[in-house]
């Protein structure tokens, strides 16, 4: 198993990683909420911007490891009102090309870490990948 951090995301502001690469098949990627890396505040109170923080932060903790959106294979958005399901569609669909999205869940829950609207999670094939 390797631990994989990044100061290109948010560090963890809990006990535990960014992600962890199991066996050279998977890596788990923990969590995002927006914040800001260099700041570490959200990186604005709007849905829209959270998603794509979120995504943002997700994808540098895989670019670490060498890999990219296309090596998702599944997701978790947590968000605080699901009435905002289009826009977080809209946003999260604009991180990757074609038919190359993974499975993925959305729900809702009561609060999350700083105060976000959102928190995005990520499992990744390796196995593919030049590692």
């Given amino acids: 198993m390797k631990r994989i951090n990044t100061e290109k995301a948010p560090q963890a502001i809990g006990p535990y990683v960014q992600g962890v690469m199991a066996e050279g098949k998977f890596m788990f990627i923990s969590g995002q909420v927006p914040l800001v890396p260099e700041t570490g505040e959200l990186v604005s109170r709007d849905t829209a911007e959270q998603v794509a923080r979120c995504m943002k932060n997700l994808g540098a903790i895989l670019e670490s490891a ?8 599944k997701t978790n958005i947590y968000v605080t009102d699901i009435s905002g399901f289009e826009e977080i569609n809209r946003v999260y669909g604009s991180f990757f090309s074609g038919e190359e999205v993974p499975a993925r869940a959305v729900i809702q829950v009561s609060a999350l870490p700083k105060g976000a609207n959102v928190e995005i999670e990520g ?7 030049n590692n």
Avoid: E
Wanted: net charge neutral; hydrophobic share 45%.
């Fill in 123 to 129: 499992i990744a094939q390796v196995s593919s990948a």
């Fill in 66 to 73: 060498g890999l990219n959106y296309s090596h998702l294979v």
